[in-house]
C-alpha cells in the first residue's frame, strides 16, 4: 500500500491529452514538492518534472506538471506511442522523515 | 555527462550476502547525495533510504533496518548497497539515484536474484 495514491492504468489514442492523479496529505504532497518520473519497459526510471512544474533539460513541453493542496497531476497532451510507460509521483513525506512514492500509473496509447 | 554505473546481475542461495556497486562519474560525487530505491518484479518503486556521500552517514526507510548496509568510497567514487541474510522476497532490481531535492540520474539497475 503506497503513501501517495494513484491509478494503477490510464489510457489515450495518439494525439490525446491524458491527466495521471496522485494523492497524498497535508504531511507529504501538502506540505513538499513533487516529482514525476517515467520508467519505459525495460529500463530505469527517468526524472520527468520536478518542483511540482519544473521540466528537465530534454523533457518535451508536452509534458507538465501541477499541484494544488494534497493533490497533484501529470498532463501529457499530444499524447504519442513512445510515451507508452509506468509513471510515478513522489515527494518527501514528513512523518516517516523520507522519500514517498505513488503505487504507479502503467499508460497505455492505443 | 553524468554517469551512474551499476554492478551486475546476482544470483545467490537463501541466507547469503550480496553486495551492489554505483559508480558515479561526470560531476563532484561528494556534492550529491546517493538514493537507493529498490523494485520487486512486476511492482512499483520503494524508496531504501539515501547516504550522505561526503560524511558517510547513512539514512534508512522504514523496513530496510538491521539487514540493509549502505557505504561510500570517495577514492573512487563508489556507493554500495549490501545485503545480508539474503531472503526471496529480496529478489528485485535495485537503482542507485542521484539526490538533490529530486532524483534526477539514475543507475542502471542491478538485479538480485534469491533463489535456492
Known amino acids: 500500500q503506497s503513501v501517495l495514491t494513484q491509478p494503477p492504468s490510464a489510457s489515450g489514442t495518439p494525439g490525446q491529452r491524458v491527466t495521471i492523479s496522485c494523492s497524498g496529505s497535508s504531511s507529504n504532497i501538502g506540505n513538499n514538492i513533487i516529482n514525476w518520473y517515467q520508467q519505459l519497459p525495460g529500463t530505469a526510471p527517468k526524472l520527468l518534472i520536478y518542483s511540482n512544474n519544473q521540466r528537465p533539460s530534454g523533457v518535451p513541453d508536452r509534458f507538465s506538471g501541477s499541484k494544488s493542496g494534497a493533490s497533484a497531476s501529470l498532463a501529457i497532451s499530444g499524447l504519442q506511442s513512445e510515451d507508452e510507460a509506468d509513471y510515478y509521483c513522489?515527494?518527501?513525506?514528513?512523518?516517516?522523515?523520507?522519500?514517498?512514492f505513488g503505487g504507479g500509473t502503467k499508460l497505455t496509447v492505443l | 555527462q553524468v554517469q551512474l554505473v551499476q554492478s551486475g546481475s546476482e544470483l545467490k542461495k537463501p541466507g547469503a550476502s550480496v553486495k551492489v556497486s554505483c559508480k558515479a562519474s561526470?560531476?563532484?560525487?561528494?556534492?550529491?547525495?546517493m538514493n537507493w530505491v529498490r523494485q520487486a518484479p512486476g511492482q512499483g518503486l520503494e524508496w531504501m533510504g539515501w547516504?550522505?556521500?561526503?560524511?558517510?552517514?547513512?539514512m534508512y526507510a522504514q523496513g530496510f533496518t538491521g539487514r540493509f548496509v549502505f557505504s561510500v568510497d570517495t577514492s573512487v567514487s563508489t556507493t554500495y548497497l549490501q545485503i545480508s541474510s539474503l531472503k526471496a522476497e529480496d529478489t528485485a532490481v535495485y537503482y542507485c539515484?542521484?539526490?538533490?531535492?529530486?532524483?534526477?540520474?539514475w543507475g542502471q539497475g542491478s538485479l538480485v536474484t534469491v533463489s535456492s
Open positions: 539515484a542521484r539526490d538533490r531535492f529530486k532524483l534526477d540520474y
Open positions: 561526470g560531476y563532484t560525487f561528494t556534492n550529491y547525495a
Open positions: 513522489a515527494a518527501w513525506g514528513d512523518s516517516l522523515n523520507g522519500r514517498v
Open positions: 547516504i550522505n556521500t561526503n560524511t558517510g552517514t547513512p
